[in-house]
């Protein structure tokens, strides 16, 4: 469920089949890690402690992600990581050790995607109420739900997704 400027643990709730797919991820013997926009926080609209609470409450309910890369920043800061842009993408590979090449990023809207194009890795959009019919149309891959998009992730090729041939720039 998506509440807009979460900072309550409580109304934190999981989406379907997310249990299934990061267990999925980790059964696979892959790291896994969360890249979030929390401009909340430059709005001044949540605190970073709220946003802590969220991510503790997250990992109570799914266990422990390797890397957890926050944006604190406003659509109009201008910075380097907040999506669209690829920063978050890039530090979170980073700090995994993983090549972004070898990096699937699971998103709901076109900045998901966009940031996950620019950072060399593959994006799968999971659609939900926020996500824009021009955003789906213009996603390389689109799932379903979450445990989907990890299988097609993992390279398995479950029905009911959509997959156009990546375009991969040799950087």
């Not at 944006?71 to 090549?99: F, N, S």
Request: proline share 9%; glycine share 12%; charged share 25%.
């Amino acid at each position: 469920m998506d509440v807009p400027y979460n900072g309550d643990p409580a109304r934190v709730r999981l989406m379907p089949t997310a249990r299934d797919a990061v267990d999925a991820v980790r059964a696979a013997g892959l790291p896994v890690g969360v890249v979030s926009n929390q401009s909340g926080v430059a709005r001044g609209l949540l605190g970073r402690g709220q946003v802590e609470a969220v991510r503790r409450r997250v990992e109570e309910l799914l266990g422990p992600f390797q890397v957890w890369a926050v944006c604190p920043h406003g659509p109009d800061d201008g910075c380097r990581c907040r999506k669209p842009a690829p920063g978050l993408v890039i530090a979170a590979c980073q700090r995994l050790g993983v090549p972004a090449a070898r990096t699937a990023v699971i998103g709901d809207i076109g900045a998901d995607m966009t940031a996950a194009r620019a950072a060399g890795a593959r994006g799968v959009l999971v659609p939900t109420p926020v996500t824009r019919p021009e955003e789906i149309e213009a996603a390389d891959t689109v799932a379903p739900d979450l445990l989907t998009a990890v299988r097609l992730a993992l390279g398995a090729g479950p029905g009911g997704a959509r997959r156009r041939p990546l375009e991969v720039e040799e950087r």
